[in-house]
């Protein structure tokens, strides 16, 4: 257990005494919310739940839609 202590206060000191890597990680972070957030949204239709009532439909149409194009 004392292992797993050294290596967490390695990176708690690591990022604790970070100056420009906080910015960084910022920016990081904003991008990663834009990206997983905002553009799914808007550019990720929820196309089964529209098209597919139930649960079992949607599977179908994803199976055959994954055998089709490794056919391709």
């Known amino acids: ?10 990176y708690y000191q690591g990022f604790k005494n970070m100056t420009t890597g ?3 990680w910022v920016i990081i972070l904003l991008k990663l919310f ?6 799914k949204v808007f550019f990720f239709p929820k196309y089964l739940d529209t098209h597919f ?20």
Not at 2 to 10: K, N, S, T, V
Not at 56 to 72: G, Y
């Open 1 to 10: 257990m004392a292992i797993l202590q050294r290596i967490f206060q390695f």
């Open 53 to 72: 009532s139930t649960n079992e439909e949607k599977a179908n149409h994803v199976v055959n839609e994954l055998i089709q194009n490794n056919k391709q």
């Open 34 to 39: 834009v990206m997983f957030a905002i553009l």
């Open 22 to 24: 906080k910015t960084l």
